[in-house]
């Protein structure tokens, strides 16, 4: 039985276009690199996907519709979009014609045809793409050159600016309040001039119109800002989180959830309303030069109660800072101590665990309890000498403006006018309280995960991968010696063999010994310290870690499965496998077996980690996803420790017969497993302790040579 050939191999006109694009500019990339950063659904590949790839790979993107004959050179090169996913790439104009990829045509070859034949079927939407300037960015692209939030910020500059437009007049319409009480008291009460006061009530009527539609516009600009900024830097952090090299991975899963979570404090604050109370800030000075030209002496109280307030906002930063940072340290060791709990829920309960757990939750949780309330009474602190201050302000106007007025240096209507601007002077002060104990908790978030996003990742910027979408299944290892980080002792050291295509060999050895970190090295999971590990006679380090993923099917040790359904299980590693794809695999693995009795089949609920199967089933469902995609190289690691006999036989009989062209490395302590290979590699120690065909084994083991404990049936 085998697996029919799906649609993996095969590039639309869009990818067609970038990928031919990218290769003629120094910057090539893989169709499997393409799809697996896609965003739509059912992995298909839009503008959206193609302009984010093309950023990514140092092109300058730019969107339009323009006619064909107003396309300049100096635009090119462009993709041109057409209907039903029909898309050319326009290299070069040479007067009425063009010089173009048609990928319905070929996607290796250019053709040139006229500009008239060209706009009957694309008038649509055109992606222009700059070349990388490589002189200036040394090969890297612009979008990995940009920092994470400052360069997405600057994105929204022109929303930003227009908030500062619409704070600047909706601060002079503010004192249009003022003015009017201000001359109705001087002017239209000892006059009883109600003409006048009806023009300024009208007058006042249409300021205060005004004044409501620009606050309104100005939230309405930060929110659209600070939506696209949430949607950019969330995919950028966890585009980052899945690229992370294995070997710079630090900190616990709760830790890293922790640190994920961090993202809401910091995209709260850069959406929220007391943020834009910061833009108030700069026309405190207006208000004062105001209260100094109404009121004259009284502008002296509101010029000392501003700088009192800001010197003790500025005075609590540090406290807050230093609460903020244990906050977050505490914060990361409660969701380390709640993932552990939920995850490994089962053994805590049949173990009797839940006493220590409990006490390592009560004590993280009081810790954190703690810092919280230290933080919380300072940052209370702050508001109430804010207040405080206002209302005193408020106060000594009113009892200094007295003496003015008995004095002839201010009227009533002045001083009322002046009392209204030094709370309208005050009032961003109170949000600044607000918004300075909110950034010392976006602060910490900020470091958080800008140390998250400094860590190496597997596309590191500048590097050119090799593109391998199809390998042979030669692989190597040249001396290799490697220890995990942190880890005191190598778990394989100057470890070498070769396996040649479409051969089959078992990988034998103790507990500890290295079989299943060959696997994480040939996948590119891990890298070597010293020597190489070679696919093809390529190192695999030059290969692009999509696409050497792309041609091993792995089954590692410990079997993952996702919440959902059992076919999106066995197809989430494939880009739209069809069900002919889904269902020969899953016959292959033995997932039909059970799931053709079950009433839902395909459509069976999966829990998280498959809770919910058996051991042997999620095996099965893990080897049927490994399956999809005729992958030239699988390696299992312990496929069938879980499975009966009579499974397992099976399964041994089905996979002889798949892999007859396939290289497969099978780690196993079963000697069932045998029988599906011609050579075994036996570890000992991180080396090769024998190497040769399996009857060799067997005569080594009657002749006390090798340990019996090499090769047994215990799973």
């Known amino acids: ?34 799809r697996a950063n896609a965003v739509g659904q059912e992995n298909e590949i839009g503008v959206e996907d193609v302009t984010r790839a093309a950023e990514r790979l140092g092109f300058v993107v730019a969107l339009g519709q323009i006619s064909l004959t107003q396309l300049d050179a100096d635009m090119l090169p462009a993709i041109l979009v057409g209907p039903e996913g029909r898309a050319v790439l326009v290299t070069q104009r040479r007067r009425d014609k063009v010089l173009i990829l048609n990928p319905a045509i070929s996607n290796v070859d250019l053709s040139l045809v006229a500009l008239t034949e060209l706009g009957k079927t694309y008038s649509g939407q055109m992606i222009f793409l700059r070349q990388p300037d490589t002189a200036q960015s040394g090969g890297m692209s612009n979008a990995k050159n940009s920092h994470w939030f400052w360069s997405t910020l600057l994105k929204s500059k022109w929303s930003y600016t227009q908030v500062m437009l619409a704070a600047a007049v909706s601060n002079v319409l503010g004192l249009s309040t003022s003015i009017f009480i201000m001359v109705v008291y001087d002017r239209v009460l000892p006059n009883e001039a109600t003409e006048s006061l009806i023009a300024l009530t009208v007058g006042i009527g249409v300021a205060l119109v005004f004044d409501f539609i620009i606050k309104s516009l100005r939230a309405s600009f930060v929110d659209r800002a600070g939506q696209r900024s949430d949607l950019i830097m969330g995919r950028l952090i966890f585009e980052k989180l899945l690229d992370i090299q294995m070997q710079a991975r630090r900190g616990s899963t709760g830790a890293i959830a922790n640190t994920m979570r961090e993202f809401e404090t910091l995209r709260d604050f850069i959406t929220s309303a007391t943020l834009i109370g910061l833009v108030d800030l700069p026309f405190i000075g207006l208000f004062i030069l105001v209260i100094s030209l109404v009121g004259g002496p009284l502008a002296l109280v509101p010029a000392i109660a501003v700088p009192l307030v800001l010197i003790i906002g500025l ?68 508001l109430n000498a804010t207040a405080f201050a206002q209302q005193t302000a408020q106060v000594m106007i009113v009892f200094y403006g007295v003496f003015l007025i008995q004095a002839g240096t201010v009227s009533m209507g002045a001083l009322i006018a002046c009392v209204i601007l030094t709370g309208r002077t005050l009032a961003p002060l109170a949000q600044l309280a607000q918004t300075m104990t909110r950034f010392s908790q976006a602060r910490s978030s900020f470091r958080s995960i800008s140390q998250l996003m400094q860590q190496p990742t597997e596309h590191q910027p500048g590097r050119t991968w090799l593109s391998r979408p199809r390998l042979q299944g030669a692989i190597e290892f040249r001396d290799v010696s490697f220890a995990y980080p942190e880890a005191k002792n190598a778990i394989l050291r100057d470890l070498s063999f070769r396996i040649e295509p479409g051969e089959k060999v ?23 310290d010293t020597g190489q590990v070679l696919v093809d006679g390529t190192d695999v380090t030059h290969i692009d870690p999509l696409d050497l993923r792309n041609n091993i099917g792995t089954v590692l040790q410990d079997v993952w499965l996702f919440s959902g359904t059992v076919r999106e299980n066995i197809a989430v590693g494939a880009h739209r496998p069809s069900d002919d794809d889904i269902l020969a695999a899953a016959h292959l693995a033995g997932v039909h077996s059970f799931v053709a009795a079950h009433p839902m089949g395909y459509d069976l609920q999966v829990t998280e980690r498959g809770a919910a199967l058996s051991g042997g089933q999620r095996q099965a469902i893990a080897l049927a996803r490994a399956l999809v995609g005729q992958k030239p190289m699988l390696f299992l690691d312990e496929p069938t420790s879980a499975m009966d006999v009579q499974t397992e036989k099976t399964l041994i009989e089905r996979l002889s017969e798949y892999g007859a062209d396939r290289t497969v490395i099978l780690v196993t302590h079963r000697t069932a497993l045998l029988e599906a290979v011609d050579r075994v590699i036996v570890m000992d120690d991180g080396r090769v302790a024998l190497d040769g065909p399996k009857e060799l084994l067997t005569k080594r083991q009657m002749s006390g040579k090798v340990a019996p404990t090499v090769v047994s049936n215990a799973g």
């Open 315 to 382: 005075a609590v930063q540090p406290i807050l800072s230093r609460s903020a940072d244990k906050n977050h340290s505490e914060g990361q060791n409660k969701q380390s101590v709640l993932v552990e709990t939920v995850s490994g829920l089962d053994t805590i309960k049949t173990i009797g665990a839940a006493r220590v757990m409990r006490q390592r939750w009560d004590r993280a949780l009081a810790q954190q309890s703690g810092h919280a309330l230290r933080s919380r009474a300072v940052s209370q602190f702050a």
């Open 506 to 528: 078992a990988i034998l050895g103790k507990v500890g010994c290295g079989k299943s970190t060959v696997g994480r090295l040939l996948t590119g999971l891990y890298t070597a």
């Open 1 to 34: 039985m085998t697996v029919d050939e799906g649609s993996d191999s095969k590039p639309s006109a869009l990818e067609a276009c970038l990928i031919f694009a990218a290769r003629e500019f120094g910057q090539p990339t893989s169709l499997v690199s393409l």
